[in-house]
Structure formats: structure tokens, C-alpha cells
């Protein structure tokens, strides 16, 4: 029997966990939340140019852990139109469609990609050892970092990809190295703390 219900709860994410009383407001709320969340890790930043360091990444893996796909996009989707309708939620306070369609563009964009595809891993049972969340974390950063550089590509057309690189990559590298051994030291104990409220 134990074995069933370790089974049944493996396909839920943090949220199911943790609230297993929910209606459309209590979801809607707690999106609000996770998007406010994001928005201050945002503020968290060294400010580099053309895109500042900031913890940014955890917050939107964090979000897709405990959120899952549908409802970690959903909640992307809230932080970004907070943004583009005036609200200082993106790093430095900044906030309008400019930033979209700027230097830091193709990372926003890329944390909505990112959610939901480290959303579905964990609605599929992933991401609950420390292995798994390393590999689940590699995969969200290279989709961040993919359409990233997409985004500096469009709005710099004429530097080297070299020049890219250095510029979208290569400062990130060691800061998300240390998010990530933060999210494989943090994440299996919430993991077992919501397990532990089904008994």
C-alpha cells in the first residue's frame, strides 16, 4: 500500500503537496505570490551590461518546481505582463515592453520556456533526487540560455558570436553552478516535508 501512494505522490509537484485543498482563488493567489517572489529575487542582481547576474534562475526553477508546467508558465506569464504593463519587477526595477524586446529579452522569454519545461519533467516523477535535479536544472538553464542568446543576437546583429557569448553566457556560468547545488540541497527537503503532510 505504502508503495502506492509513494507512486501516486511522485507525479504531483510541490504545490499539490503542500495544498491539497484548492479551488481557482487559492491558485490564482499563490501564482500572484510566486510571480512577487520572482520579482524580488529580480532586484537581487550584480548589474553587468548588456545583461545584469541576478537570481532570477532560481526564482523561475523554484516556480516550476513547485508549480508544475501549466500553472509555472501561467505564473511567468503573470511576472512578464507585471512588467510590461509599468510595474518594476525585472532586474533594476526596470519594467515595459522595451525590456522585452531589449538585451534581456530572450532570458524572460526563456523563463517561460524554461517553467514549463522543468514543470513537465516533475509532473512526469523527475526531479526528486539530487541527480535528477541537476539534470532537470541543466536542461531549464540551456533553454534560458538558448533563447538568450537569440535575444542578443537580434538586438546586436552585428557583434561575433564570440562577442555573444561573453556577453550571454560566459559571466552566468559559475553563478548558476551555485543555484543549482542550492536547488539539489533545498529542493528534496521540501520534497519530503510535503510528502510527509499525506502520512
Not at 10 to 35: I, Q, S
Not at 148 to 159: A, C, K, M, Q, R
Request: hydrophobic residues 55%.
Amino acid at each position: 500500500m505504502k508503495h502506492v501512494v509513494k507512486d501516486e505522490l511522485r507525479h504531483k509537484t510541490m504545490y499539490e503537496l503542500f495544498f491539497r485543498h484548492r479551488n481557482t482563488l487559492v491558485d490564482m493567489f499563490y501564482m500572484a505570490l510566486g510571480a512577487a517572489v520572482l520579482a524580488g529575487l529580480s532586484q537581487i542582481r550584480i548589474p553587468l551590461w548588456p545583461v545584469p547576474i541576478t537570481m532570477q534562475t532560481f526564482g523561475v526553477f523554484l516556480i516550476a518546481f513547485f508549480f508544475g508546467s501549466r500553472k509555472g508558465a501561467l505564473t511567468l506569464l503573470l511576472y512578464m505582463l507585471a512588467g510590461i504593463l509599468g510595474l518594476g519587477v525585472f532586474a533594476g526595477r526596470s519594467s515595459g515592453m522595451d525590456v522585452i524586446l531589449g538585451a534581456s529579452g530572450g532570458y524572460i522569454i526563456g523563463f517561460l520556456v524554461a517553467a514549463y519545461a522543468v514543470g513537465h519533467l516533475i509532473e512526469k516523477g523527475a526531479g526528486r533526487t539530487k541527480k535528477s535535479i541537476f539534470g532537470c536544472l541543466l536542461l531549464g538553464n540551456g533553454i534560458i540560455y538558448a533563447l538568450g542568446l537569440i535575444g542578443l543576437w537580434v538586438t546586436f546583429p552585428n557583434e561575433s558570436f564570440l562577442q555573444i557569448l561573453k556577453w550571454g553566457i560566459f559571466p552566468f556560468l559559475i553563478g548558476d553552478l551555485i543555484k543549482i547545488l542550492g536547488a539539489m540541497a533545498l529542493f528534496p527537503a521540501l520534497w519530503k516535508a510535503g510528502e510527509k503532510m499525506h502520512g
